[in-house]
């Protein structure tokens, strides 16, 4: 079973930068889609992008479209979220998953998550 660890979280101000990653374990990762979701909270988990197995497509929530670049390194079973742009409304906990269907990329289920990385945008 893939077992997915996040980093890379952190506090930043309005305007920064921050990149965020994913390593996986114990499975296979070039045949699945990769997704990074966030949830804040008291809010509803909201998907933020995703990536096919390899690499070809990239999905994105319009809310951060233009902002966030997602990325896949096969060879290092790795998948990175570049955020740059960011907004206290970015402010949330990170989580990348993966799925084998395109169907459940943005509302899931998801075959795996990690534990998350909180993000935090300040003003």
């Known amino acids: 079973q893939v077992q997915l660890v996040e980093s890379g979280g952190g506090l930043v101000q309005a305007g920064g930068s921050l990149r965020l990653s994913c390593a996986a374990s114990?499975?296979?990762?070039?045949?699945?889609?990769m997704v990074w979701f966030r949830q804040a909270p008291g809010k509803e988990r909201e998907f933020v992008a995703g990536?096919?197995?390899?690499?070809?497509?990239?999905y994105y929530a319009d809310s951060v479209k233009g902002r966030f670049t997602i990325s896949r390194d096969n060879a290092q079973n790795t998948v990175y979220l570049q955020m740059n742009s960011l907004k206290p409304e970015d402010t949330a906990d990170y989580y990348c998953?993966?799925?084998?269907?395109?169907?459940?990329?943005?509302?899931?289920?998801?075959?795996?998550r990690g534990q998350g990385t909180q993000v935090t945008v300040s003003s």
């Open positions: 114990g499975g296979t990762f070039r045949t699945h889609f």
């Open positions: 990536i096919s197995g390899t690499g070809g497509n990239t």
């Open positions: 998953a993966l799925t084998l269907y395109y169907i459940n990329l943005k509302r899931g289920p998801y075959d795996a």
